[in-house]
């Protein structure tokens, strides 16, 4: 069974600081791994995807793959309280590219 | 900016009935997909389709679900005897074709099932 496991929260952080999201998955064949930003009662929103091991960057937002570790994070600098939501993490899976995802982290950003 | 629309936007249904939620996938897309998420569980994939057929499907997507792309751009996820297990979210996606396409989702409908 193809899992992915986040830490549900919630994660507290200033406005202004960083904040750091993991995410873990047991599939070590897995290529693909996105975030996804949700919204209470809404559906989720693509923030960022990665495929490399490394880093990658958009705005303020930096994607982690480590895939020998078979780990993921994202990382928001200078949070806004419009940050404020749940972060899905979310692995394809199988040849339909099907999504496995984690329950998420939700996230408060403090002004 | 290209989006995947769903209506119903809110379905509330009684037990036994059946319903239609329909999506309307990015035209250029050929992968469909359909997920549910009840009230505080995680998103849950129950299946895709892809050159007019069923690609893939779950544990969940039994025997009372079928999908359907009735003309060139509406696809269908239909219930055929709701129960109350089945109030969840419901979510459309689509995705592009080639090695590195995100999926793309809809707004979702709420179904309520009394």
């Known amino acids: 069974q193809k899992e992915v496991e986040q830490n549900s929260g919630p994660l507290s952080v200033p406005e202004g600081a960083i904040a750091s999201l993991n995410c873990t998955y047991s599939d070590r064949g897995s290529q693909s791994f996105f975030w996804y930003r949700q919204y209470s009662g809404k559906s989720p929103e693509l923030i960022m995807f990665i495929y490399s091991n490394g880093d990658k960057e958009d705005g303020r937002f930096t994607a982690q793959l480590n895939k020998a570790s078979q780990y993921v994070s994202l990382l928001i600098r200078d949070s806004q309280p419009s940050d404020s939501a749940t972060y899905l993490c979310?692995?394809?899976?199988?040849?339909?590219?099907?999504?496995?995802w984690g329950l998420g982290t939700s996230l408060a950003v403090n002004p | 900016e290209p989006e995947v629309t769903q209506t119903p936007s809110h379905q509330v249904t009684q037990m036994g009935q059946e319903v239609i939620l329909r999506c309307v996938p990015i035209s250029n897309h050929l992968y469909f997909y359909w997920y549910r998420q009840i009230l505080g569980q995680k998103v849950e994939f129950l299946v895709s389709f892809y050159n007019n057929e069923i690609s893939e499907k779950s544990e969940i997507f039994d025997d009372q679900f079928s999908v359907e792309r009735p003309d060139g751009s509406n696809f269908t996820l239909k219930i055929r005897s709701t129960k109350l297990e089945d109030s969840a979210m419901y979510f459309c996606?689509?995705?592009?074709?080639?090695?590195?396409?995100?999926?793309?989702f809809g707004p979702g409908t709420r179904l309520t099932v009394t």
């Open positions: 996606a689509s995705r592009g074709t080639g090695e590195f396409y995100e999926q793309y």
């Open positions: 979310a692995v394809e899976a199988g040849n339909n590219r099907k999504l496995i």
